[in-house]
């Protein structure tokens, strides 16, 4: 079971619009970070991700586990969010 | 999408960028019922790209989201579905065509490839060691996280120019490195020379990028060859922007001829060597790469799929 998700966002980034389109979609609530606005907290989307790259999806589970999505990546995103 | 019926449409429509997303929303205007279908990002490169100032209609041009949405919610209006996943495959079957895609098989009268193309790579040492962790490829979505930082950027078209200038924002300094000579339009060279004189940007020309460097944090430095001159730009990223390769691996076991790049060939009807399949925008040979002749592309090829829908024979033009 999600317990919530984290979207790591710039203004200009085309797929992260897909990323939160998506969610909206499925009806998946989340927290947007837009990094343009809180540069502070670039250094935790890039230890998150291990990339310097957006979006960057994190959906925590029930159990605390983490699954971290780079990119828009249907074949990720897509059953990360469904349970 | 149910698993045991076979969807059917009049059209599908493979991209979502301004040559797929036009020709949507004519045919479904005139009541072909149309799919389309898109593996990225609805509105293709348009959408990852910053401002639009040449696409006719936007005196104060146009941010590439925006237009993106635009074209979207106007293709919507009319009817059009829009379907994320991928086309795989395409196999005739006489009055139907069957495409695979990533959401299951799906039978269409006629097709419209509007597949657009991707960034290409350099294929030096470290790009692919580093993508993401200082190699990118749109600016758009990762300029972002070099604030203050120095980039190089590497390509001498018009994509290298205006995203050279949209990094301005960020970036303290960029090396522009040109493998020859510049191709970049007039107008956008213009441009540049205000970033030029205020030293954020340098170009330098006949400086082939030979390697990108390292460590654990990521890019250092980029080392280039310029005649029998070694140079090293120390910098914190690199973006890429030397040229695009058509999206046309899907059809290559299909009757639709390509050129030798992988460009479609078509008539003046944007009908390929299948007949049902026609291709328009940047995937098709001959096109000038540009978003309003794609739009133009698009439109162009509705109309010839109504009459193809209609059963008025095309002419078969020797072009295709
Ligand atoms: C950096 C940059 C800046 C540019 N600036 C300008 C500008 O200022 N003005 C201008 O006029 N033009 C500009 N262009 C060019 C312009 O973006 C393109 O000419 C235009 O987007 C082409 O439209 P298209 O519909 O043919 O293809 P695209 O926009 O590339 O769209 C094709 C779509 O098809 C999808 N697709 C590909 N294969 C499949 C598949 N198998 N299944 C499903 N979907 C698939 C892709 O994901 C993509 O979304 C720029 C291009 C770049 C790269």
């Given at each position: 079971m999600t317990k919530n998700v984290t979207i790591f966002t710039t203004n200009t980034c085309a797929y992260c619009q897909m990323v939160k389109k998506y969610l909206g979609a499925k009806g998946v609530g989340y927290e947007e970070v837009n990094l343009d606005e809180h540069p502070d907290r670039q250094a935790e989307a890039m230890r998150l991700s291990g990339t310097m790259t957006v979006p960057v999806t994190v959906v925590t589970k029930q159990d605390e586990t983490q699954e971290v999505i780079i990119g828009y990546n249907l074949a990720r995103l897509a059953p990360a969010v469904a349970a | 999408m149910n698993q045991t019926e076979v969807p059917k449409y009049d059209l599908v429509v493979v991209g979502a960028g301004p040559a797929g997303l036009t020709a949507a929303i004519y045919t479904t205007r005139e009541d072909i019922k149309t799919l389309v279908f898109e593996r990225g990002v609805v509105g293709g490169l348009a959408a990852v790209t910053d401002k639009i100032d040449n696409y006719p209609g936007f005196p104060d041009g146009v941010a590439g989201l925006k237009l993106a949405d635009d074209l979207r919610l106007q293709a919507e209006r009319f009817g059009t579905e829009i379907e994320l996943g991928e086309v795989t495959a395409i196999a005739d079957e006489g009055t139907y065509k069957r495409l695979s895609t990533t959401s299951g098989d799906i039978l269409s009268k006629a097709v419209l490839v509007a597949t657009g193309s991707d960034y290409k790579k350099i294929g030096v040492p470290g790009e692919q060691?580093?993508?993401?962790?200082?190699?990118?490829?749109?600016?758009?979505?990762?300029?972002?996280?070099?604030?203050?930082?120095?980039?190089?950027?590497?390509?001498?078209?018009?994509?290298?120019?205006?995203?050279?200038?949209?990094?301005?924002?960020?970036?303290?300094?960029?090396?522009?490195?040109?493998?020859?000579?510049?191709?970049?339009?007039?107008?956008?060279?213009?441009?540049?020379?205000?970033?030029?004189?205020?030293?954020?940007?340098?170009?330098?020309?006949?400086?082939?990028?030979?390697k990108i460097v390292g460590n654990a944090n990521g890019v250092t430095e980029v080392l280039a060859r310029q005649a029998d001159k070694s140079l090293s730009f120390k910098t914190d990223g690199v973006f890429v922007f030397v040229g695009l390769t058509p999206n046309s691996q899907f059809l290559k076991n299909t009757l639709v001829r390509l050129d030798s790049i992988g460009f479609i060939l078509t008539d003046d009807h944007m009908q390929t060597t299948m007949p049902g399949i026609f291709a328009a925008g940047d995937v098709r040979s001959g096109a000038t790469m540009q978003i309003a002749s794609a739009a133009?592309?698009?439109?162009?090829?509705?109309?010839?799929?109504?009459e193809y829908l209609e059963g008025r024979p095309l002419p078969i033009q020797d072009e295709a």
């Open positions: - | 060691e580093y993508y993401a962790r200082g190699v990118h490829y749109c600016a758009t979505c990762d300029g972002a996280f070099y604030r203050d930082k120095r980039l190089v950027v590497i390509g001498g078209g018009n994509s290298a120019f205006q995203e050279t200038i949209f990094l301005t924002r960020y970036a303290s300094h960029i090396d522009l490195l040109v493998r020859s000579t510049i191709k970049a339009s007039d107008v956008l060279q213009k441009e540049m020379e205000t970033y030029i004189k205020a030293a954020k940007v340098t170009v330098h020309t006949n400086t082939a990028t030979e133009g592309e698009g439109a162009t090829a509705a109309l010839k799929i109504r």
